[in-house]
């Protein structure tokens, strides 16, 4: 998702960057970074996306009800780090 925030008939709309981990014992986690305090599960990419948003909305609607800061999205940077063992 980018980082949005258009103006709609109902209110403002606003995307973020959402990263999907595929968990070893099955479904996925979700992370979003711009808000650190999401952290959501779902069975399915499916579930776990409309998790995602349901945090979303949740996390904003509570934002904009008691005057909190609304965060800008981020990019993550993502990059795979190899160790030697000896």
């Known amino acids: ?5 258009r103006k709609k008939q109902s209110g403002l709309e606003y995307g973020y960057t959402v990263v ?10 979700v992370l979003v ?3 650190p ?3 959501t599960f779902g069975e399915t990419l499916g579930e776990a996306r409309r998790m995602a948003k349901d945090a979303i909305q949740c996390f904003l609607e509570s ?3 008691t005057g909190e800061h609304i965060p800008k999205d ?3 940077v993502t990059e795979r780090v190899e160790v030697s063992l000896s």
Request: aromatic content about 8%; charged content about 20%.
């Open 37 to 39: 305090e999401i952290c």
């Open 1 to 5: 998702m980018r980082n949005s925030r």
């Open 33 to 35: 970074p711009a808000i």
């Open 20 to 29: 999907y981990q595929r968990m070893p014992e099955g479904g996925y986690s």
């Open 74 to 76: 981020v990019q993550p």
């Open 63 to 65: 934002a904009l009800e």
